[in-house]
């Protein structure tokens, strides 16, 4: 099965602070994705990325920035974190787009104080 | 735009029961259609996925059945188990061939099954 790992598990932060998100997949799927998860909306796709260096706008990316720097690398960065963006935050990938699974990686909690 | 209707945000049985979740989707194109199954404090993950239509689809005793003139894809179980506890999402991903191939995730459903 695939492997998506994330780092930190666990963020705490200020607002106004400087936060990065990092996930890497070691399957070397095309596609990775940033999601937020919050309760009674579901997921909502942030930023996702089909190749090293590309990077295409979500559903939600207003104060997110997105950075895939290779095949296995992909990073969330909030460059002023604000309360409204204390949330459950999933990477995933896939090898394909439209109709392939999504695999996803074990979460990252933020909170903005 | 593509969306994805879970009518149900909170649904409580009783072990044995059968269980069906309501997806209901809307897109102009051809639908691919997921659910994904999330368990306290872990991932989502796929449970199974169509895009045929009036093809049951089966897992882990779980099936759904796409019904692209009614655009559902209900997820049913003949009788449920403690261990079925959990968040359920439907998802949508419409075909690749109109450009747009991201998924599109319901609010989802959180089924949780007593003794």
């Known amino acids: 099965e695939a492997a998506v790992t994330q780092s930190p598990r666990n963020k705490v932060t200020v607002t106004g602070g400087n936060v990065t998100l990092s996930c890497r997949q070691t399957n070397s799927h095309n596609y990775m994705y940033w999601y937020r998860q919050d309760t009674g909306h579901g997921l909502r796709l942030i930023h996702y990325?089909?190749?090293?260096?590309?990077?295409q706008i979500g559903d939600v990316p207003d104060g997110y920035k997105a950075t895939r720097t290779t095949q296995e690398d992909f990073f969330l960065l909030l460059e002023l974190a604000s309360p409204s963006q204390t949330s459950l935050y999933f990477c995933a990938s896939s090898d394909l787009g439209a109709e392939d699974t999504q695999y996803f990686g074990p979460g990252t909690r933020l909170l903005v104080l | 735009g593509d969306s994805v209707t879970q009518t149900e945000g909170l649904v409580t049985l009783t072990k044995g029961l059968p269980v069906m979740l309501n997806c209901t989707y809307q897109t102009t194109y051809s639908p691919f259609l997921f659910w994904y199954v999330q368990h306290l404090n872990e991932a989502p993950k796929l449970l199974l996925k169509s895009s045929t239509d009036n093809k049951r689809t089966e897992h882990q005793g779980f099936y759904a059945t796409l019904h692209k003139s009614s655009s559902s894809f209900h997820l049913q179980k003949s009788s449920v188990q403690l261990s079925d506890s959990a968040l359920y999402f439907c998802a949508l991903s419409a075909d690749a061939s109109s450009g747009s191939w991201q998924l599109i995730f319901g609010s989802g459903t959180q089924l949780t099954v007593m003794p």
């Open positions: 990325s089909y190749g090293a260096g590309n990077l």
